[in-house]
């Protein structure tokens, strides 16, 4: 699986949007971005996914540039309860049954 | 309710106990997955299975034990020869293979091993 960077840690201010970058430079064509978040002390969990179009769910959206080599993902009116760590994965589509490669994320911080 | 039970919340042991953590969905789901979180850090894999009776060993492996008996359970056995035992461990399932591209996982609570 190709790697990820992200920066450690991110502010943002209740009610307006959280852009969270993901850089993938390394990704195949066959690979697709991933997001979960970890709220504290909890299981991570699911919030997209894309290979190269633009997705949206009613969680966020997913913004892959068109080289495919960074990613962005959107939360549009972030809460306080959006405040955990949020891991950008790169893996093959579906990826078999094998398990995720989590880095160590970026923490990202709602501020009333 | 559906999903992905582990228990207990809280577990301490002595060193040199092997003590075993329970993990359970009723999700049907064909895989399931043990991860291990230490402090400040990402996930990292200890074992997965894709199916009944068969798993294999993920990048932390050495120290651990598993068996997939049935679908629905997938516990971990934390073995005296685990060095640094003390962690949080998360058990995760998913559709498998099958699921096409999305192949979302689905976490359980975790459990929180303290070995002193």
């Known amino acids: 699986d190709a790697k990820t960077t992200q920066p450690p840690s991110m502010d943002c201010a209740e009610g307006r949007a959280a852009n969270l970058p993901c850089n993938h430079s390394t990704i195949s064509g066959n690979e697709y971005v991933y997001w979960y978040r970890q709220i504290h002390s909890q299981g991570p969990q699911y919030i997209i996914h894309g290979l190269k179009n633009n997705e949206t769910n009613e969680m966020a959206s997913l913004i892959i540039t068109e080289d495919r080599k960074s990613s962005t993902l959107i939360l549009p009116h972030a809460t306080l309860r959006d405040t955990a760590v949020y891991y950008c994965i790169v893996r093959v589509g579906g990826g078999g049954a094998d398990g995720l490669t989590f880095g160590k994320g970026t923490h990202l911080i709602i501020q009333p | 309710d559906g999903g992905i039970t582990q228990s207990p919340k809280y577990l301490f042991r002595k060193e040199g106990q092997n003590v075993t953590l329970s993990c359970e969905q009723n999700?049907?789901?064909?895989?399931m997955y043990w991860y291990r979180q230490d402090p400040g850090q990402g996930l990292r894999l200890i074992y997965y299975?894709?199916?009944?009776?068969?798993?294999q060993k993920g990048d932390i492996a050495e120290g651990y034990s598993v068996s997939r008996e049935k679908k629905e359970s997938f516990p971990l056995t934390v073995t005296s020869a685990q060095k640094n035992p003390t962690a949080f461990y998360l058990c995760?399932?998913?559709?498998?293979?099958?699921?096409?591209?999305?192949?979302?996982?689905?976490f359980g609570p975790g459990t929180r091993l303290t070995v002193t």
């Open positions: 999700l049907n789901h064909d895989a």
């Open positions: 299975s894709q199916i009944v009776n068969d798993f």
């Open positions: 995760a399932s998913s559709i498998g293979s099958a699921s096409g591209s999305k192949n979302e996982q689905y």
